[in-house]
């Protein structure tokens, strides 16, 4: 009953998962028409205190008051009923229905002898002019662009009555230009009394919209301040605990050629082309970032180095000779390192040992199997080995790769790729979901290969990242790959544009039919 | 009522896991043995006396569990690979339907040399039955639950067509049966008097290869590697499909050499109820031990030692011998949850 502007209080909330604290004793207000922005590194316990705000999760610990109700446990329906309303890094949405049944889904009586629509086609019409969030109410989910999903994502928030709501990392998935229009609609929605939980990793959003910063590690609440107070450097100070050094580039004379795509196109089974005659060249000592929202090709570009797929059209040429068999193992031995966009999917057998993970490439060569037989001395002392040099900790040759941490997955991931000396990386998201140490260990190794001779594909959709690390970059759009860009002078915004397809068009004209 | 990973399991919790389940199981089904007017207690001693309670007994147990170990392993190792073969049943048909082509006259050769041979035309036709829904899988993706499970009927048609036919022993008056296969093809008896056969020792020795290619080999690698985690297996370079279809040659070899065992041990000639669904029961060995080809060994005592125990239950107390279908499956059930406990627990909020 302090003051009746608080519409969220968050009191004492602990959670722990076995011996691990997940959220200890962490208390915070939200107060109405402003927003809040929850910030930590992967596993600071951000997701964690959601799902219990949400409902999904029951605290050990604490309460959860909205608009001074509290909240019984483990029950998402009282949390939407008082106001609450989420919208997921991944969307929710079926995509097979439209956006008015999916706005409605749920919120109808099941069984009904008629499906009357109008009342929930009115409102929704009210909603998104009240808003400014227009999307076709009979369009498919599937024919929307992932900003017009996201805007349905929030209708789909509003209609059930959210006056608090809560958003994970939704610029993730958006290009700087979406994610500007969406926090004019965020601003919007403030001035008419909704209050907004912001979830990012990104300091210079957060700077840009959030009035209140909290910030956790380790489970802990380490900082409560309103944004007037803050700056990127305290707050990333807060985020990582200390400073955490990042590795400069130095600028390096490219050497030879080692990768060349001169007008490369792949189709998919469907016989769409997903990759538009793409040339490309990698020499040694450079690293080439490849910008782009995710889906814009990166996935077929990154399966043909990768030996994956195979091209349609165009060639492919390793240190000048035409590659004419596109295996992952061909690739492997043709010394491409390759780091898998997801590594749980394609990186790992999560339920194999450390040891196993790390001979998944090379546990046919005599080193490691004769005569069919495993040589199991080899691969423990190879796993040894590497856990030493990387650094690897926790963990022995013989600990299961599911239960390690992002980080120390990755560099199993790293250990593998980069015993071989490669002399080409392609290293796809290689620091996505990784904190702030883990990602500059990830760099140094990168920088370190370049050094060797290597060249370095980065595919990375954080800019900072690939303005920092890389000598040269593309960006990626509808399959097609703009110019290499000397890193020197690009700027955010020019990224951004491209990435929303400005200056393809005409690239789009110009057929290269390399048949 | 929310279910939470452990961080760690102790041993003794793993170990009593599935002798309490057991015991659950026990209980559970206790209703059903009073339902059918026995006395409780006595009743599972007749159980228990008719699976391991005397020579004779542990012997039939031991017979009954031959075939049992060959169709859990095939299961095992195909379900390891995530190739979902129901087919042990057919596979164990073509087997024993080799082992009476070759084995009763066809080729004659010493003991030591017929034996050998019987097992090997019989896991080469059970694994080449295996290998046809194995290439419709790799090749044209057709779901080989289906086609394994439909190839059972073809296989059984097939013997039933032979044997009412062509391979109808005319010494058999009239019975739909082979003719028995030749002395030296026979496998010697372990112990005398009882049906023990070396079909066993057979299996044994199978259970002990395949774990040690499961756990020491290039290719146990690759087929735990393919089940685990097959994108993963594929962006690394591991050949997909060779190692789907060499699982499924090692499958369907080990669930026929169980109709080997059948034909030249326990019966000596092919009849239609060679196997009482032993391809199907496989499955559930291979659940039960967990698809780890040393507990495969364990899990058929166990489901072999319940079929028998259940018969001499019901002569005696004049309880349906049904209840060994209604026990097994129970005990899959509550050692699947047992198991599930030791890597989860409960909270009650």
């Known amino acids: 009953m302090a003051d009746t502007d608080t519409v969220l209080r968050v009191q004492n909330i602990t959670k722990t998962f076995g011996d691990l604290i997940a959220n200890d004793a962490i208390s915070f207000s939200l107060k109405k028409g402003k927003v809040l922005s929850l910030l930590g590194e992967n596993g600071a316990g951000k997701t964690t205190l959601m799902n219990i705000i949400f409902g999904h999760y029951s605290a050990d610990d604490g309460y959860i008051e909205i608009f001074g109700n509290r909240l019984s446990a483990s029950n998402p329906a009282e949390a939407i009923a008082l106001g609450v309303g989420m919208v997921h890094q991944h969307f929710t949405l079926a995509d097979n229905l439209t956006v008015l049944e999916n706005v409605i889904l749920g919120t109808e009586p099941l069984w009904k002898w008629k499906q009357d629509k109008s009342a929930g086609r009115r409102r929704l019409r009210e909603l998104s002019e009240e808003f400014g969030l227009h999307v076709d109410p009979d369009a498919d989910i599937k024919s929307l662009t992932v900003g017009e999903k996201q805007r349905v994502e929030i209708l789909k928030a509003l209609y059930r009555g959210a006056k608090i709501l809560i958003l994970d990392e939704p610029t993730a998935v958006l290009t700087p230009q979406e994610s500007d229009q969406l926090f004019d609609t965020l601003r919007d929605m403030l001035a008419r009394g909704l209050s907004v939980i912001f979830i990012s990793h990104k300091l210079g959003e957060v700077m840009a919209i959030a009035d209140d910063i909290v910030v956790l590690r380790h489970g802990k609440l380490v900082a409560n301040f309103p944004i007037a107070e803050a700056s990127r450097e305290i707050i990333a100070e807060k985020m990582v605990g200390e400073a955490v050094p990042q590795p400069e580039r130095q600028v390096m004379e490219k050497g030879a050629e080692l990768l060349c795509l001169d007008t490369v196109s792949v189709q998919d089974a469907a016989g769409q082309k997903i990759l538009k005659s793409v040339s490309f060249n990698l020499n040694q000592h450079q690293i080439i970032g490849i910008a782009g929202v995710s889906g814009n090709g990166q996935k077929p570009f990154s399966d043909l180095i990768s030996g994956m797929c195979k091209p349609t059209s165009g060639s492919v040429s390793l240190s000048g000779e035409i590659v004419s068999v596109f295996e992952p193992q061909k690739m492997v031995e043709s010394g491409i390192g390759r780091v898998p966009e997801d590594r749980h999917v394609q990186g790992v057998v999560g339920d194999f040992s450390v040891e196993e993970n790390m001979i998944l490439e090379s546990y046919m060569t005599p080193r490691f199997s004769k005569l069919g037989w495993l040589q199991r001395k080899n691969v423990s002392d190879h796993a040894k080995a590497l856990i030493k040099a990387f650094d690897i900790r926790g963990a022995g040759p013989e600990t299961i790769v599911r239960g390690l941490s992002g980080g120390n997955m990755q560099k199993v991931i790293l250990a593998r790729v980069l015993e071989n000396n490669p002399e080409i990386i392609l290293a796809n998201q290689p620091t996505r979901g990784l904190d702030v140490g883990a990602a500059t260990f990830v760099h140094e190794q990168l920088f370190e290969a370049r050094k060797g001779g290597a060249g370095v594909i980065l595919i990375s959709e954080d800019l900072e990242e690939l303005l920092a690390v890389s000598d040269q970059i593309a960006v990626m759009y509808h399959g097609q790959l703009s110019k290499l860009m000397p890193v020197e002078g690009v700027t955010q915004q020019q990224l951004g544009l491209l990435m929303s397809g400005e200056g393809f068009a005409t690239q789009k004209e110009t057929k290269h039919n390399a048949a | ?349």
Not at chain 2, 44 to 54: C, E, H, N
Not at chain 2, 83 to 111: H, R
């Open chain 2, 1 to 349: 009522m929310q279910l939470e990973p452990r961080t760690h399991t102790p041993l003794w919790m793993t170990i009593s896991a599935p002798i309490i389940a057991v015991f659950v199981v026990m209980i559970l089904c206790s209703g059903l043995i009073l339902w059918a007017g026995a006395p409780l207690l006595q009743s599972y001693v007749a159980l228990a006396k008719g699976a391991f309670g005397s020579k004779f007994a542990i012997a039939e147990t031991l017979v009954r569990a031959t075939p049992l170990i060959l169709t859990g392993l095939a299961a095992a190792v195909a379900f390891r690979a995530k190739l979902w073969n129901i087919g042990g049943e057919g596979q164990l048909y073509m087997g024993a339907l080799a082992a009476t082509y070759f084995g009763t006259g066809m080729i004659n050769l010493p003991a030591p040399l017929m034996i050998p041979f019987l097992f090997v035309v019989g896991a080469i036709a059970g694994g080449v039955l295996l290998l046809i829904p194995a290439l419709l899988k790799t090749r044209l993706n057709v779901d080989e639950v289906v086609t394994t499970l439909l190839l059972n009927f073809v296989i059984l048609l097939l013997a039933n067509y032979l044997l009412f036919g062509p391979w109808k022993d005319p010494m058999a008056m009239g019975w739909p049966q082979g003719a028995p296969i030749i002395d030296e093809g026979i496998l010697p008896k372990l112990v005398a008097k009882t049906r023990l056969h070396g079909g066993l020792i057979f299996a044994v020795l199978a259970s002990i290869s395949v774990w040690v290619v499961m756990t020491k080999t290039k290719w146990g690698l690759e087929i735990r590697a393919v089940g685990l985690n097959q994108e993963a297996a594929s962006f690394a370079g591991i050949p997909i499909n060779k190692t789907i279809i060499r699982t499924a040659l090692i499958s369907g070899g080990l669930a026929a050499c169980a109709g080997v065992t059948e034909v030249a041990g326990t019966k000596e000639y092919l009849t239609l109820d060679i196997s009482p669904g032993f391809g199907y029961t496989g499955i559930a060995v291979a659940m039960l031990a967990g698809l780890n080809p040393l507990g495969v060994i364990v899990a058929a005592l166990f489901i072999a030692g319940i079929y028998n125990g259940a018969d001499s239950m019901s002569r005696a107390m004049d309880v349906s011998n049904y209840i060994a279908d209604v026990i097994t499956a129970a005990s899959l059930l509550m050692v699947m949850l047992a198991v599930m406990l030791t890597r989860m627990r409960i909270r009650f909020s």
